[in-house]
């Protein structure tokens, strides 16, 4: 492992810790000033507000497995194993390819970062708390309140899909999204 991979493994780390600490954060911010309140707390009329909600999200994404809070938490893992993976492929195949060093690896690291910072905020809440602290909420559309670590998940998801069907060769593709932990054998 080179000295530049260790920084990049260092600032991946960083990333992750910074997003995980916002997230946790602004959770910690509504608890404290959105709880006590019986009403919304309006930033756009009519368009977004802010209203804490926790136990009404004891399930995934529009409350599918809702209560199976040990399953979630060890699926959480598995799939943050396998992001952590992907994020270990993306980082060995750019060092490797020095060629390739470009934007599209250092966006797909940030993506993966951004991805598995909002598994780990949503992870904390469940075994914390059996569920996950929601507190955003659209009123122009009936939609599910969430919160930043949502966020997290679905910009990254969006983005990594875009990249990847738009800006990687399908070998870039192919080395990048396997399970199998590939290294360079000199540096690895």
Same mark, same amino acid.
């Given at each position: 492992? /080179?000295?530049?991979?260790? #920084?990049?493994?260092? @600032?991946?780390?960083?990333?992750?810790? !910074?997003?995980?600490?916002?997230?946790?954060?602004?959770?910690?911010?509504?608890?404290?000033?959105?709880?006590?309140?019986?009403?919304?707390?309006?930033?756009?009329?009519? #368009?977004?507000?802010?209203?804490? $909600?926790?136990? =009404?999200?004891? =399930?995934?994404?529009?409350?599918?497995?809702? =209560?199976?809070?040990?399953? &979630?938490? $060890? !699926? /959480?893992? @598995?799939?943050?194993? +396998? #992001?952590? @993976? !992907?994020?270990?492929? /993306?980082?060995?195949?750019?060092?490797?390819?020095?060629?390739?060093?470009?934007?599209?690896?250092? $966006?797909?690291?940030?993506?993966?970062? &951004?991805?598995?910072?909002?598994? *780990?905020?949503? +992870?904390?809440?469940?075994?914390?708390? =059996?569920?996950?602290?929601? !507190?955003?909420?659209?009123?122009? *559309?009936?939609?599910?309140?969430?919160?930043?670590?949502? +966020?997290?998940?679905?910009?990254?998801?969006? &983005?990594?899909?875009?990249?990847?069907?738009?800006? &990687?060769?399908?070998?870039?593709?192919?080395? @990048?999204?396997?399970?199998? *932990?590939?290294?360079?054998?000199?540096?690895?």
């Amino acid at each position: 492992m /080179t000295k530049k991979r260790r #920084i990049t493994d260092i @600032i991946c780390l960083l990333l992750i810790g !910074f997003f995980v600490f916002l997230d946790q954060y602004s959770k910690h911010l509504a608890t404290v000033y959105l709880k006590p309140k019986t009403e919304d707390f309006t930033i756009i009329k009519n #368009i977004l507000a802010l209203n804490y $909600l926790q136990g =009404g999200n004891e =399930g995934a994404a529009w409350g599918i497995f809702s =209560g199976k809070t040990v399953f &979630l938490v $060890l !699926f /959480t893992i @598995i799939i943050l194993c +396998i #992001i952590l @993976i !992907f994020l270990h492929n /993306t980082l060995v195949y750019s060092e490797i390819n020095y060629s390739l060093k470009s934007k599209k690896f250092s $966006l797909l690291q940030f993506l993966f970062c &951004l991805l598995i910072a909002g598994a *780990i905020g949503n +992870i904390i809440d469940r075994i914390l708390y =059996g569920s996950v602290i929601d !507190f955003i909420c659209f009123r122009f *559309i009936n939609f599910p309140t969430f919160n930043v670590a949502d +966020i997290y998940v679905t910009v990254s998801c969006f &983005l990594l899909i875009i990249v990847c069907v738009f800006g &990687l060769k399908e070998d870039e593709f192919n080395r @990048i999204f396997t399970l199998k *932990i590939k290294g360079n054998q000199k540096n690895d």
